[in-house]
């Protein structure tokens, strides 16, 4: 054999992640290919196939969690390797929690390390088994986005016949909903009425089932807009009722279009927790809403918008969620689609962003007045030189030129 053209790929990485695939893409390229190699046998097998005389020149091996006990060898095998001074590269294969958790409920695959107790605990605790490994590969392929066509190019540029003197690197790509689908969950909920829509798109994206978890008195108006906290308290537990025969002991993902102050997820997160909901994970339709309306509902401050005032994480402790994620700005353009020739596909963004697209005139003192330090220079400056309006540049004089 050819010593310098060999080849001994090792195939390693989380239940899920996509090796299978990754060892039969080998073996179209011409790989000699072994699955599920207990690590006890990598050393053995290596050393035959580094001595031997046959055309044999590339081979790949996967080994996993599937091998129960034996996979703890894996370290030692690979530090055996290095004495020996057999070639070899450990690829490992990773996906985000959400990724995994997802392909396996769309198989109905049970996870090896699952069968008593939740997906994403077997997740973890895989997560934890393999963190040596991991930190011992030679290249790591997070598969979260990657197409079949990514990793077929991908995989021609690494391992075909003319890339073995090419170095290796580590490749990630990056998931960017990070905190998106809560995994392992049993149903979906929406905030009736606004959110029964979104939720019925998310559920079926998420392909859980849509269930009626909460009740609405059709009775009680909106209670964000009450002029005071004791009222708005007093509306949310008038207005809404959870359905303890749906919810107990399930997993819960509640949708709502937003969240003001927080008052009412707050009171739905303890309502389904009453009824006996085991988890209960919020999402919210649209982004966290930071900076006040002057063009509708009259919302002249910040100082009772709650994402103005706390991050993500703490509007979660706040509300007493499980878990807690906001649509994107740009997810909420794309989604509603106006696809009009104006800034933000023809959405009015402002209490998002900041970016209002006209200019504040008699509101502006008060409403820089009401915004911190930082956003009192930022909002500013980016009217000035980032804004996607033209003519809504601030004139109150900025924080940093006073004196």
Known sequence: MDKDTFRFVIITGMSGAGKTNFMQKLEDMGYYCVDNLPPVLIVRFADLCWKSTSSTRHVAVVTDIRGGSF??????????????????????????????????????????????MRIQEGIEQERKILAGVRAQADMIIDTTSMQASDLKEYMQSRFSADSTDQEMQIT???????????????????????????????AEEAGLPNEMGLIKNQYVARTFIQPTQELREQGVRMK???????????RVIVIDDSIVRGTTSKRIVQLLKEAGAAEVHMRISSPPL?????????????????????????????IGAD????????????????????????????????????????????FLKSLPPEDRVRLPEFALYKSKYEGNEYTTTSPQEEH
């Open 71 to 116: 996979f703890d060898a894996l370290p030692q095998a690979l530090d055996e390797l290095e004495k020996r001074g057999i070639p070899h590269e450990v690829v490992f294969l990773e996906a985000s929690d959400e990724a995994l958790v997802r392909r396996y409920m769309e198989t109905r695959r049970q996870h090896p390390l699952a069968k008593n």
């Open 172 to 202: 990630v790509f990056s998931f960017g909903f990070k905190y998106g689908i809560p995994i392992d969950a049993d149903m979906v909920i929406g905030v009736p009425n606004s959110s029964l829509s979104a939720a019925s798109g998310y």
């Open 323 to 366: 878990s807690l994620a906001f649509l994107s700005l740009d997810g909420l353009v794309e989604s509603i689609g106006l696809g009009a020739d104006a800034p933000y596909g023809g959405l009015c963004v402002a209490y998002f962003n900041g970016d209002y697209p006209t200019a504040l005139d008699d509101y502006e003192a008060d």
């Open 290 to 318: 930071k900076y006040p309306c002057f063009y509708g509902i009259d919302i002249s401050t910040t100082k009772e918008l709650i994402a103005a005032k706390k991050s993500v994480e703490e509007i979660r402790e706040y």
């Open 240 to 250: 809404l009722s959870a359905v303890r025969g749906v919810v107990k002991g399930k």
